[in-house]
């Protein structure tokens, strides 16, 4: 892989989660205010922050989400790839986790938009609370795998940029997903990790 190919692939994955921080807005700022898990515990304070959401403005966050991480992902495993002239056993950490990351990672976003969308289109009831609720737990696993091997994928590229190991300055470090996301978590914004993660491949893309 060219170092041009590499960096075009590094922009658009930075565009891709740039996307995805769109679709975080969509689904967070709704009709009647902004959307917390904790307003899932309560049916009428649900509903009126849902107010008179149009049910497409779920759907097109999914839809966007889908493609946009699907930008994102050449980018993840050219720096895994890059990373094998280095240390050959991080490359195959990173690209491997990257995988379990991001495709468990499209399954998530969907179904976070859709639980929103089920919730308006079964006319916002308290059934349908329970409904939605019940459906987001038991597909939370894959939450957890995304977040999981997203952290394994940003501790490798950060030891190795550390320890002096690649061709970056060892300040360059800070272009990476848990120091930013750690620096931002904060000021809470919505969609923070993806904007760690955009201001991650625009660094790199950069630096490389």
């Not at 696993?141 to 994928?153: A, D, H, N, P, R």
Request: hydrophobic share 55%; net charge positive.
């Amino acid at each position: 892989m060219t170092i041009a190919t590499m960096k075009v692939l590094l922009l658009l994955a930075c565009v891709g989660h740039l996307a995805l921080w769109r679709c975080d807005w969509i689904i967070t700022y709704l009709d009647g205010g902004r959307f917390g898990f904790k307003d899932l515990q309560d049916n009428e304070r649900l509903s009126s922050i849902m107010g008179n959401t149009d049910p497409r403005k779920p759907m097109v966050s999914m839809v966007l989400g889908v493609f946009a991480l699907t930008a994102a992902f050449p980018g993840y495993l050219a720096v895994g790839i890059w990373m094998k002239q280095f240390s050959p056993v991080l490359s195959v950490m990173m690209s491997i986790s990257c995988i379990l990351s991001v495709l468990p990672g499209i399954a998530h976003h969907v179904f976070c938009g859709a639980v929103e969308w089920f919730y308006i289109r079964l006319g916002k009831t308290e059934q349908a609370r329970q409904a939605i609720v019940e459906f987001f737990k038991k597909t939370s696993c894959t939450m957890v795998f995304c977040y999981s091997f997203l952290l394994v994928f940003a501790v490798s590229l950060f030891v190795a940029v550390v320890a002096g190991m690649t061709t970056l300055p060892r300040w360059a470090c800070v272009f990476n997903v848990l120091p930013l996301f750690i620096v931002l978590f904060p000021l809470r914004i919505v969609g923070t990790g993806n904007i760690a993660n955009a201001l991650m491949f625009l660094g790199l893309a950069v630096l490389i």
